[in-house]
Every structure is written in structure tokens, then in C-alpha cells.
């Protein structure tokens, strides 16, 4: 099955600057890349995604670059504010099951 | 407010005891998944199930099951419970019976196992 490997586990940021989370995947069939942030006490919430026929998908202040060849994804924050401390997931599928990383907290210090 | 509702929003259970935990999806979903989040683990995949039949099943134990009714929403039954069941349960729902499309979650139920 599909393995996500999720980096790094915490990252602490100033305000303003920017931050970055790494995921690599296993299965070369996985074609649909979301990410998801949870906030403390509550589910997982979707902020962007991305499927293989795409290299880079931007919203705002987030955006997400795809590597197909090396299996690899990455979720990029500019101008970081301290309502986007939070866990990061990053997810990838072959459209049967959704495999998580294991999160990253990002905490954003004014 | 994602629309999926998940009842209880807390639990504290007995080892040995049974709990049920209940998922209404969003209006017009038809796929109903429960992933399970640990402290030391990140979102575990236990099952999906689709318009009423099973999809795709993950690391579910065999003390748990789940079921999806016709009004589409779901349980999970988990049973003769140990601490180490204590993690907080997600409900998430999904249009489609693929996971390649935007999947909505839960706020959650958090089961403790005394």
C-alpha cells in the first residue's frame, strides 16, 4: 500500500517569514495530493490540493509543488500569520484509500 | 462548520465495555469514512463504505465494525475496549466513492478508555 512520509514534525516560524512542509510518497499510482490543517479540538480542514497532471497550484498565500518523478510534494506558506499555527497533513491516493503523513505542527511566533 | 456531525463529542468508557459512535454525513454525500488519530500517530484509515456498502477497508481491528444505514448515516461499533482504543475518532464524507476528490471531516468523538 501507499506510504507518506511527512517532514519535519514541528516547525516554528516568525511572523511574516515563510514555511515549508515535505512529503514524499511510495506509490507511483497515487495521482490526488491534498493537504489538510487541523486546528486544536477540531477535524481536519482542506486547504488545497493537487492531481499529477499539475506541477504547481497556488491560493493566496498557500501553495503546493508536485514532483512526480521523485515522488515527492511540498505545501509552501508565505507571509505567515500566527492564525496559521496549526498541524499540517499531507495526503496522496489512487483514488481507493487516502494515506496521511504524520503531521507537522507549525507554530507561527509573533 | 464542514456539515459532517459526529455524536458523542466525548466518551469515557470501562475496558471490556462497547461504544457506538455516530456520523451523519453532509447533505447528498454518499461515502462515509473513519479514520482514527492517536497522540503518537497520525489519521489512521479504519473503513469507507458507500451508499450503504463497504468500499475499502484499512487498519480496522476486528473488535470494531461499522455500518452505513439508508439514510446514509454510519456507526462505528468498537468492543471490548483497551486503553489503547483512547484516540480521538474522525467521521469524514465524500460525494463520490473515490477517495481522489475532496473529502470532509468531522469535528470528532474522543473515546478514553479507564
Known amino acids: 500500500g501507499e506510504n507518506v512520509e511527512q517532514h519535519p514534525s514541528t516547525l516554528s516560524v516568525q511572523e511574516g517569514d515563510s514555511a515549508v512542509i515535505k512529503c514524499t510518497y511510495s506509490d507511483s499510482a497515487s495521482n490526488y495530493f491534498p493537504w489538510y490543517k487541523q486546528e486544536l479540538g477540531k477535524g481536519p480542514q482542506l486547504i488545497i490540493d493537487i492531481r499529477s497532471n499539475v506541477g504547481e497550484k497556488k491560493d493566496q498565500r498557500i501553495a503546493v509543488t508536485l514532483n512526480k518523478t521523485a515522488k515527492h510534494f511540498s505545501l509552501h506558506i508565505t507571509e505567515t500569520q500566527p492564525e496559521d499555527s496549526a498541524v499540517y497533513f499531507c495526503?496522496?491516493?489512487?483514488?481507493?484509500?487516502?494515506?496521511f503523513g504524520s503531521g507537522t505542527q507549525l507554530t507561527v511566533l509573533p | 462548520d464542514s456539515g459532517v456531525t459526529q455524536t458523542p463529542k466525548h466518551l469515557i468508557t470501562a475496558t471490556g465495555q462497547r461504544v457506538t459512535l455516530r456520523c451523519s454525513p453532509r447533505s447528498g454525500d454518499l461515502s462515509v469514512y473513519w479514520y482514527q488519530q492517536s497522540l503518537d500517530q497520525g489519521l489512521q484509515f479504519l473503513i469507507q463504505y458507500y451508499n450503504g456498502e463497504e468500499r475499502a477497508k484499512g487498519n480496522i481491528l476486528e473488535r470494531f465494525s461499522a455500518q452505513q444505514f439508508p439514510d446514509l448515516h454510519s456507526e462505528l461499533n468498537l468492543s471490548s475496549l483497551e486503553l489503547g482504543d483512547s484516540a480521538l475518532y474522525f467521521c469524514?464524507?465524500?460525494?463520490?466513492?473515490?477517495?481522489?476528490?475532496?473529502?470532509?471531516f468531522g469535528e470528532g468523538s474522543w473515546l478514553t478508555v479507564v
Open positions: 469524514a464524507s465524500a460525494t463520490s466513492k473515490s477517495s481522489g476528490n475532496t473529502i470532509y
Open positions: 495526503a496522496a491516493t489512487d483514488a481507493r484509500q487516502l494515506t
